[in-house]
Every structure is written in structure tokens, then in C-alpha cells.
């Protein structure tokens, strides 16, 4: 099933793709690596053979790419489907295969697999665009607060807004396909790691804790474990099985969950490859996410995915007001201190909240790791020149 000498393309070449080349460097043979990427100078860049500029988006582009390759890993949904399609068709292995990117990309699908599935999630419907929104809303047939969330192109918070009257739809309104949830009470949000690998094997990650910025709703800090009380785990364990026994194929799900005021678990969504919210398994867990991946596209068996160490991961977000050539502070101090390691994805432009990087700490214990991290967050800065 192995084949050494293959190409593997990346679709496309950020930070993650960056980041499953690393964790792949130690075990690669002759493979070669293509990337396609909208920037020559992408993070995945330094690692490749070759690098193809292009849009994601583009069928012909996706498909050229494509034939020149074996193996084709994802690090974003958001890619022509029906280039995909036929790229399958073509005896090409996709990663994460095409019949699941369909439903991931499409907020509207996805909510309607959980439903047909028994997955838990946030109540919702559904509009047309913002007049259709305006009428069910004069209708009343709309419970305000609602998150809008747009079929396509959602990501780390984008294509999302909070609608809170009818007043507001006129100003904050997207004007295009989206579904209405209901504003969940979230008390805490966690990240689900599973997945399958060629040969069947399952496998998860001790559940994950994500905490978010207040301001932009990104994800701020990730923590490699946490204490959920036994209600939680049984939770937990029955949404698990359900996505493994639907997805039934190869791959690696990360799943976000929202844990509400009733203390029930719910499905945000799931993202079908390696998740922001599993930077600190680098370094904190035996078997990455991102070699994890790797395994699964390659045809190797999957790794352990047992904590080595607890360890929290903080981003490293573009500093608000900042546009420009990137200058980082504070990195040689805080690589002073013990158990820290730096992750910088080569990015030379930085701008407000943009993903320039990571560090993750690793220690007995979490609450030592957070006693770092506030350091860290206290000392590093991402500015502009
Ligand atoms: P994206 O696809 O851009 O990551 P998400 O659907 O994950 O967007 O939403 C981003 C964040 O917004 C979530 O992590 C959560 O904090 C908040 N959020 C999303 N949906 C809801 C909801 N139904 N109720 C309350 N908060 C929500």
C-alpha cells in the first residue's frame, strides 16, 4: 500500500500542510512534495519541490495540479469539489475524500448530517439571503438572539455574526444562504481528535479544551487534556461513535464541541483534517495530529495518541493595528524558560489576527503550563516593522 516513490500534493500550503511536512520529514523516503497555493512564498514553500501558484477554488487548477500528483492532502475545505470529484475518478487518493469535503464545506449539509445522523447540535434554520431573513423574521418564526452562520467560506470566525433583533439584520446581515442557530449558553468548548486510518485502526486524542478570544472569537489557547465530570464522558463517547460510524472511511475528524447551561454536549462543527486545536500533540502526545494524518494518507498504520506530558498551546495572533512586514517580540526571552517551544510558520507579512505562529509549554501538570503561558502571553508580541 506504501509507495515511496510517489508525489504528494498539498492543497493548499498554510501552516498546517507546513506543519504535517515537519512531523513527515523524519520518516520520508523518495516521495516527492507538490503545493498549491494562491502564494509562492507560502509556508509550505521551504518543504516543497515544487510549488504551484493557483486557486483552491479553480477546477481546471485543482485538476492539473491533481494529475501531477498521487496523493492529495487537504489543509482546507474550501477546495473545487467537483475537480476533486474527478480527481478521485482518476484513481488519485484524496485526503479528506471528496464525499465528505461536500458536506463539511456547506454549513446547510453539515447541520443536516448531524441531524440525520442523531448528532446533537444547535436547533437551526435555514434562509435564502437577508430579504427571506427579514420576512420569517416578521413572521416570527425567527427566537432572537441568532448566530448567522453562511453556507460557504466560513472560517476561524468569519461568516459568522450575531443577529440580536430585527433591526440588526438590516446592518450585520450576510446577504446570501445561511442557517440561523439558536445562541447557544456556552459554558466551555472542547476538541474531539478521531479518525481511521487505511487498514480500519481507530483512534482519539484525550479530549482537548479551547479557549477563545473575547474579542475576535478565535481560538486563543488550547490545553492537552481536561476534567469533564462522567454526564460529559458518556456524552462525549456517544458523539464519537456516532461520527466514526458515519464517516466510516479514512481520515481525521476534529470535531469542536460546546458544552451549555444544561450541561448537554453539542456538535459545532467538524473539520474533516488537522485542527488549530491540535498544535500542542507536537510536542505533548506521542503520535501528532499531524503525522497522524500523514499515517492515514500514506497507508501507515496510526500512532499512539497518549499525552506524554500535559502541555498548553498559545497563538500567536498579528497585533491589532499592525500591518505589515513582521517583527516579533519577546521570543528569546520566553526560549529561556524551561519546557517552551516556539512554532513560526514563515509568514513574512503579519496583520490584525492573523495565525503568525504558536508556542506550546509542557509540564507535570496544566496549571504549572498556565502559569507559563501567562508569561508568555505577558512578553510576546507579533507587530509590525
Ligand atoms: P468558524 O467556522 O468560523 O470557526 P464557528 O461556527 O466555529 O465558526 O463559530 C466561531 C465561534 O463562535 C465558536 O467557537 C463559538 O465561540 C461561537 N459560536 C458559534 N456558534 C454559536 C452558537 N450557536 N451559539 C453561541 N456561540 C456560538
Known amino acids: 500500500m506504501i509507495n515511496p516513490n510517489q508525489t504528494i500534493g498539498f492543497i493548499t500550503g498554510g501552516q498546517l500542510g507546513q506543519m504535517m511536512i515537519q512531523s513527515f520529514l523524519p520518516f520520508r523516503q523518495n516521495e516527492k512534495i507538490f503545493v498549491l497555493d494562491g502564494n509562492e512564498n507560502c509556508s509550505c514553500a521551504p518543504y516543497a519541490n515544487e510549488v504551484f501558484t493557483g486557486s ?106 450575531k443577529i440580536n433583533t430585527i433591526a440588526d439584520i438590516e446592518t450585520k446581515a450576510f446577504n446570501t444562504a445561511s442557517i440561523l442557530e439558536e445562541c447557544v449558553h456556552i459554558t466551555r ?77 453539542l456538535v459545532n462543527e467538524i473539520a474533516p483534517r488537522v485542527h488549530n486545536s491540535g498544535h500542542q500533540t507536537i510536542e505533548g502526545n506521542y503520535c501528532s495530529q499531524f503525522e497522524q494524518y500523514m499515517r492515514i494518507a500514506l497507508g501507515y498504520t496510526v500512532g499512539n495518541t497518549e499525552e506524554i506530558k500535559p502541555s498548553i498551546t498559545v497563538n500567536l495572533l498579528g497585533a491589532e493595528k499592525h500591518f505589515g512586514k513582521v517583527r516579533y517580540e519577546g521570543i528569546e526571552e520566553v526560549m529561556k524558560l524551561k519546557n517552551v517551544s516556539v512554532h513560526l510558520y514563515g509568514k513574512s507579512e503579519t496583520k490584525p489576527h492573523r495565525k503568525m505562529g504558536h508556542i506550546t509549554v509542557q509540564h507535570n501538570t496544566l496549571k504549572e503550563c498556565w502559569n507559563t503561558i501567562k508569561t508568555i502571553k505577558q512578553r510576546v508580541k507579533v507587530y509590525a516593522l
Not at 478521485?88 to 440525520?116: A, D, H, P
Not at 448566530?147 to 468569519?158: A, E, H, P, V
Not at 465530570?229 to 464517516?247: E, G, P, R
Open 189 to 265: 468548548e472542547f476538541s474531539l481528535i478521531c479518525g481511521r486510518d487505511q487498514h480500519g485502526n481507530e483512534f482519539q486524542y484525550p479530549l482537548i479544551e479551547q479557549f477563545f478570544h473575547e474579542k475576535t472569537n478565535i481560538v486563543d489557547c488550547i490545553t492537552s487534556h481536561c476534567e469533564i465530570d462522567s454526564n460529559t464522558q458518556s456524552q462525549v463517547k456517544t458523539i464519537t461513535h456516532a461520527i466514526l460510524s458515519s464517516f466510516t472511511g479514512a481520515g481525521l475528524w476534529a470535531i469542536e464541541l460546546f458544552l451549555d447551561t444544561n450541561r448537554m454536549v
Open 56 to 161: 483552491s477554488k479553480d477546477f481546471s487548477t485543482v485538476l492539473e495540479f491533481g494529475k501531477k500528483c498521487d496523493t492529495l492532502i487537504l489543509e482546507f475545505e474550501h477546495v473545487n469539489i467537483e475537480a476533486l470529484e474527478a480527481l478521485e475518478k482518476l484513481g488519485k487518493k484524496v485526503f479528506c475524500q471528496s464525499k465528505y469535503i461536500k458536506i463539511i464545506q456547506n454549513k446547510g449539509l453539515q447541520k443536516q448530517f448531524y441531524t440525520e445522523n442523531n448528532i446533537p447540535t444547535a436547533s437551526y434554520t435555514t434562509i435564502k439571503n437577508k430579504e427571506d431573513f427579514i420576512q420569517k423574521a416578521q413572521n416570527n418564526t425567527i427566537k432572537f438572539p441568532v448566530m448567522q452562520k453562511t453556507f460557504l467560506d466560513g472560517y476561524d470566525g468569519g461568516g459568522v455574526t
